[in-house]
């Protein structure tokens, strides 16, 4: 058990390595920031299909298959398929993975879906259990507008407070120690409730489960924020983000030197009109897929702490009065496999 | 990678202990074959509550509580909760679990969850990642007729080959290598999509993902269905049940003599009410946390293949067009730690 350090934090033994990572993303999203970091966009939001649902599958099979064929890897070599997304039953990864012959492990952690396969991805390779593994989530603006909240024909006016769901997929492809960046500590979070009841205001929702997590993270571990160059949580967006700021000081975390969030990189704030930011599982995905994996493989960033932050209600439960329960996991990614401890 | 043996299976080094099991299941369940078997009904399908998922959730919670009572460890002693459900974004999970200050793995396997929640606690624990974890699950009739088919105020008719949802919740606390029964092999399943549409008919849509793991199980371990004292499935009813049977011998496998399902244990078919059978995540999940378990402890089976099956769909997918993508995750219990092989 020399694995688990603290609550909720477990230390590699031999960190698996990410092999490959891929990232396909949308229209809005090519416009945005990172639009010329992406491995593959695609301008058609139906992307050739005759929906949103498997529009957004398409992008996810895209994904795997893009990522498998850029690992020069057949299906034959991947250990487990770890997936999930936001759609009602997970349907965006099971339509999309049953094309592929590999055990699979379906996930629901919202958007905390990309850190989540990550670590489990991570955890069945550090255990033994295989030799490669690949994590995989997608979201889409029109199929989660759809489902969450009113159809796109509706018209619906879109509060300062809502994020804009990022239509994308990104999948990581793991192995066993052998080349940085390494998946060196995975910290998994606990269902943190503080009684939001807003469904167009994730980011305050979730803002208290990142600081939970990453909290967590600092006293499982002994890191302080100077350890890392990069501490970058999922989808918070501008109204979470200055929460977390507001929330961790009080539990004794300073991380404002090093900290972003995946939603306020992945768009133009300014010009694109997201109001809070991005969010959706895939924002995280791509933003890890593209931008900070390129970082860490050409030297820019060394360690980074990567926390993806879900909100796990449904419409049917917002109806119901309930507040939102939240989940962030972190996952440390780091060029070195040793680490300070 | 010695752990891994085969194509889907992992052979566990050292094999996790079922330390404690709990069932809690309702009315319709109380009056079947296992009523006085579980460890709590509730007659009122409310549970005392303003909705059916809010039921739901309550008896998952209650499972979870009831268990490390039982088991006389309190939450700190757990390392993590596995589960899942059927519920749009696994709400009951959330809702249930948000009491519990517990990392947390969100998964979706539909009625394979189970399996699935027993396979990764396992594998969390032989992997050196925790002490201790539980794996649970729920399903109830109302919650998921009122999703998945019609409100039940609309009466609407059910063909022979539907299946009745279980209103229950199990939960196991695995732990380290210490007494018997333990979890020894997990046969991990992938996604088979025959073409089935009908979702009324998820036995037919389910039993060739069920032969699939199997056979695969059979293949990777070199076991015979000899082996083991019971073969079970989740849910696949009789119909599935009898498309299983018929599969199997054309893949090289017979496993009629040591062959049941939980959807044809749970129900007195004869007397209730219930068609082709039980089904749901509960359905499987009280079936293994009360009779199985319980004939294991008492001696009177020693080797188990526990496969719980699960249709992957939801009413997006049937509406446009989508056949029913399906997967089965299979899991060795034995009284013994070591295998054959």
């Known amino acids: 058990m020399h694995k688990r350090?603290?609550?909720?934090?477990?230390?590699?033994?031999?960190p698996p390595s990410v092999l490959c990572e891929y990232s396909i993303a949308g229209k809005k999203e090519k416009e945005g920031n990172l639009g010329n970091l992406f491995d593959e966009t695609v301008e058609d939001s139906l992307f050739g299909t005759k929906s949103w649902e498997k529009a957004?599958?398409?992008?996810?099979?895209?994904?795997?298959?893009?990522?498998?064929?850029?690992?020069s890897v057949t299906e034959d070599d991947v250990g487990y398929i770890f997936a999930g997304d936001l759609?009602?039953?997970?349907?965006?990864?099971?339509?999309?993975?049953?094309?592929?012959?590999?055990?699979?492990?379906?996930?629901?952690?919202?958007?905390?879906?990309?850190?989540?396969?990550?670590s489990l991805a991570a955890m069945s390779i550090d255990g033994g259990f295989a030799e490669t593994a690949v994590a995989a989530t997608s979201s889409h603006f029109c199929s989660?507008?759809?489902?969450?909240?009113?159809?796109?024909?509706?018209?619906?006016?879109?509060?300062?407070?809502?994020?804009?769901?990022?239509?994308g997929s990104g999948a990581i492809l793991l192995g066993k120690y052998s080349a940085?960046?390494?998946?060196?500590?995975?910290?998994?979070g606990k269902i943190v409730d503080n009684g939001i009841c807003d469904a167009n205001n994730m980011g305050a929702a979730m803002a208290p489960a990142a600081a939970d997590t990453i909290a967590a993270h600092f006293e499982d571990t002994g890191f302080s924020p100077e350890?890392?160059?990069?501490?970058?949580?999922?989808?918070?967006?501008?109204?979470?983000?200055?929460?977390?700021?507001?929330?961790?000081?009080g539990m004794g975390v300073d991380i404002k030197k090093q900290y972003n969030d995946c939603g306020l990189i992945i768009y133009n704030l300014d010009k694109q009109d997201v109001h809070s930011g991005g969010s959706g599982c895939g924002c995280s995905a791509v933003t890890l897929c593209?931008?900070?994996?390129?970082?860490?493989?050409?030297?820019?960033?060394?360690?980074?702490?990567?926390?993806?932050?879900?909100?796990?209600?449904?419409?049917?439960?917002?109806l119901q009065g309930e507040s939102i329960p939240c989940i962030a996991h972190a996952v440390r990614i780091s060029t070195k496999a040793g680490d300070l401890q």
């Open 87 to 118: 759609l009602n039953q997970c349907s965006s990864s099971h339509f999309a993975i049953r094309g592929f012959k590999v055990p699979f492990f379906g996930l629901y952690g919202a958007c905390s879906t990309m850190a989540e396969s990550l």
């Open 144 to 167: 989660a507008e759809k489902q969450f909240r009113f159809p796109l024909e509706y018209g619906g006016q879109r509060p300062p407070t809502a994020q804009w769901t990022v239509t």
């Open 290 to 318: 593209s931008k900070i994996l390129r970082d860490m493989r050409r030297g820019e960033l060394n360690n980074v702490l990567f926390i993806a932050t879900g909100a796990l209600m449904n419409t049917s439960t917002c």
């Open 56 to 71: 957004e599958s398409k992008f996810l099979k895209t994904a795997i298959s893009g990522l498998l064929k850029k690992a």
């Open 180 to 188: 940085p960046p390494y998946i060196t500590h995975i910290t998994t």
């Open 5 to 14: 350090i603290g609550n909720q934090t477990v230390r590699l033994e031999n």
């Open 227 to 249: 350890d890392y160059d990069l501490i970058i949580t999922g989808d918070l967006g501008k109204v979470g983000k200055e929460l977390l700021l507001d929330l961790l000081p």
